[in-house]
């Protein structure tokens, strides 16, 4: 393979390095700090806590006798507590365990209860959905939420400015037809489906107390409201607030109908029409088949160009109370976990395409993707990615804290531990496991289209 054809993809090599870095750091030092603190209040000792591997660049040892320190390769970190023979808490250090009175020998990871050990073990990858809850949570309340009614925030700056759509309008139905509950997903659909597709349309609204029809734009005009990372329009150089003004020669007004011609393409490549800070450019991009997950589960393949739409303007919000914003947090962060054990599955199954799974090179691409996109959408990846990293920790495969879990599991219910010749072959197997998976993901990120 000829390895320049990635050159692209790292137009912008020092952004993607630090964003992949300060992203793979931040999640590693949440997970590990779970395992560190559970650990000490469960009366568990922490000899290190390091974050990076390899030579170390910084360190210090705190009261509690724990060296914290930071080392110079930054893709991991590891929490090795007393009595520990590695990093992994794979097996215990004979000579060290051998010296120890019964009660130092409580604050082992070996000689803690089996309450303790699992507490401390699950901690990490609990430790990374309470950040995605939190991040979630916080972004939740910032922004806001949409009430009952929608009310007209910041228009869009599109193509045609003629409206008398105004900023504080209550959006009561479009064209004659009433709007529809915004929690009603077919209802919504069939009122976006039945608007015209064209530059203007009438909005029945209500302003200052009276109910007036003006016009404005279309509802769902082609303005792109997200660019996805590692897209054919991302690869192209579009952005958000550019707006879609043609496809192959022909005017459109409304996002659905950039979608039809996305989804009927056959992989074509197209040539739009971009309207941009005044002025229309011209773009190519080939779309890209994508595995999407349907509602009622499953997945379908559909071709794609990768960007979002919205309406033609910002819905109002108003406060988010804390509860309600902790609540839809815990449902996206289930969404997540949802969505990618059935991602799993389905290309386990053959159902979709296993390029759907990312490796290192992968994952770092999206990190300097959505870094240039903005902190607000860093963050977010943050917190997506946490929940993914949490996720994969839990498998059962030994080595991770998974495989830990089942270890314990064992324990509770055949009374003793398994023995430590069982339990090496088994780490080596897990070991054997991970390294393949990093391979395989690292083969798609050369050879996926």
Known sequence: ?????????????????????????????IHEYGHYIVGRWSGIHAEVFSLGFGPVLF?????????????????????RFKGDANAASAGADGEVISTLSDE???????GAPLWARSATVAAGPLFNFALTIIIFTAVIMSQGVVGEK??????RELPTQEY????????????????????????????????????TLDYQVERDGDEITVTGPHFYPPYISHVAPQSAAFASGLKEGDVITGVNGKDIFAFSELKDVVESSDGATLKLDVWRDGSVQAFEMTPKRVDEPLPEGGFHTQW?????????????TEPA????????????????????????????TGAISSCNLSGPIGIAQVSGAVASQGSGDFIRFIAVLSTAIGLLNLFPIPVLDGGHLVFYAYEAV??????????RVLMTIGLAMILSLMLFGLTNDLFCP
């Open 1 to 29: 393979m000829d390895l320049s054809s990635l050159l692209p993809s790292f137009q912008n090599g020092a952004l993607t390095i630090v964003a992949f870095v300060v992203a793979l750091s931040i999640i590693v030092a």
């Open 304 to 316: 794609r160009i990768g960007i979002g739409g919205g309406f033609a303007f910002d819905p109002a």
């Open 59 to 79: 360190s210090r040892v705190d009261k509690r006798g724990t060296k914290w320190q930071l080392a110079a390769i930054p893709l991991g970190g590891y929490v």
């Open 164 to 199: 008398t759509l105004q900023e504080g309008d209550v959006v009561l139905g479009i064209n004659g037809v009433t709007l529809p509950d915004g929690e009603d997903a077919n209802e919504a659909d069939a009122f976006r489906d039945g608007l015209p597709n064209t530059n």
């Open 321 to 348: 109370g804390f509860g309600l914003a902790v609540s839809s947090a815990v449902a996206q962060t289930g969404n997540i976990i949802e969505g990618s054990i059935s991602g799993l599955y389905h290309m386990v």
């Open 104 to 110: 130092e020998l409580r604050s082992t990871m070996h």
């Open 150 to 155: 929608l009310i007209v925030g910041e228009l």
């Open 414 to 423: 055949a009374r003793r531990k398994p023995s430590e010749k069982v339990t």
